[in-house]
């Protein structure tokens, strides 16, 4: 396929003009507390291009210590504490909200400089928005802009933002992945990501209290409506017992996802009195960022999540009760 055939984002002859117009100045590119593969590749490609126009870029993020499976693709950057650096712009990557960003970067007294980011209902709080909600993924915008502008990308840029792509498409399978984000994923291989490594660094490198976490997870699910809801649930007592936290979680919903006749997975983690629910299905005609909202949480309509701090016994009934009416509806239109 030509290049041209492709359908590509809009916006990159805007998005460089910035990027070159930021020469000289000290450049804060920040991500979202818990950081995944998309927001660490998108923070470190933007921090290769502005370094190519002369600014000083600096990785901020208010969970500084990243993971095994996350560190190999910094290269030589390091994160940063938003709250300890003094910079003169900011930019946000793959952020819906500036409270994405943490507690320091939701009150920032200067607006953002720019945004790039592909969640649905993205607040647009930067100056300069680059948000498709159709992208996989913020390195699916960032590596397109970079191709259709002609920008010389570098090896350590080629690989944050495949491992950005992989993560985001649950390795190039999820909804909206299209024609385009292969194409961007081979391009990003001929500029030096090598495919197997990617996996294997993020994949291949789970710590074994990780499974015993998830072990006592797959033993928490329960079915609703007729198998085609499946719930795990994480309490207090399995993060003490396997020595694991929140940051451990990434990845667990595709567990109940996988099981043959489940539309929605659902996977509740309670930590300190606080809740936090994600919901996942490969429907996109089920709603679930409608189920979100109403408990205050947000999100696409195959991937939302709510955090709320009331009492289990009745936010699952309540949730249940929500997604069979989704469930519902879907049925009805089909
Ligand atoms: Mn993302």
Redesign the pocket.
């Known amino acids: 396929m030509d290049a041209r055939d492709l359908d590509h984002f809009s916006g990159y002859e805007m998005f460089f003009e910035i990027c070159k117009s930021l020469s000289g100045k000290t450049i804060g590119i920040i991500g979202h507390t818990r950081p ?4 660490i590749g ?1 923070q470190v490609a933007m921090a290769e291009i502005l370094n190519s126009f002369g600014a000083k870029p600096v990785l901020l993020n208010e969970t500084p210590k990243l993971s095994d499976n996350l560190l190999p693709f910094l290269g030589n950057y390091q994160i940063n504490s938003p709250k300890d650096t003094t910079v003169d712009e900011y930019i946000f990557v ?1 952020c819906g909200t500036m409270s994405r960003g943490g507690m320091f970067t939701k009150n920032l007294i200067k607006k953002p400089i720019m945004s790039i ?3 649905m209902g993205n607040e647009l709080f930067a100056e300069n928005n680059f948000v498709f909600s159709q992208a ?4 699916e915008i960032i590596a397109d802009y970079a191709y259709q502008f002609g920008f010389q990308v570098t090896k350590t840029m080629a690989i944050a933002l495949y491992a ?1 792509i992989v ?2 498409t649950g390795k190039f399978s999820y909804t909206f992945t299209v024609a385009r984000t292969l194409y961007l994923g081979a391009r990003l291989i001929y500029d030096g990501a090598n495919p197997n490594e990617v996996f294997r660094t993020i994949y291949q490198n789970e710590s074994r209290e990780k499974f015993a976490l998830l072990q006592r997870f797959i033993q928490s699910f329960r079915f609703f409506a007729d198998g085609k809801i499946c719930l795990g649930v994480i309490r207090d007592e399995d993060f003490l017992t396997t020595g694991t936290d929140m940051n451990n979680t990434e990845g667990m919903i595709n567990f109940p996802r996988s099981i043959k006749g489940v539309l929605i997975a659902v996977a509740v983690q309670i930590l300190n009195g606080h809740t936090k629910v994600s919901l996942r299905t490969d429907i996109p005609e089920i709603r679930l960022d409608l189920v979100a909202t109403k408990f205050g949480g947000g999100g696409h309509a195959c991937a939302a999540t709510f955090s709320t701090h009331g009492i289990e016994n009745k936010i699952i009934p309540n949730l249940i009760n929500e997604l069979q009416e989704q469930l519902k509806l879907f049925t009805q239109s089909q």
């Open positions: 995944d593969g998309d927001c998108s793959d980011d592909h969640h996989t993924a913020a390195s950005g993560t985001d």
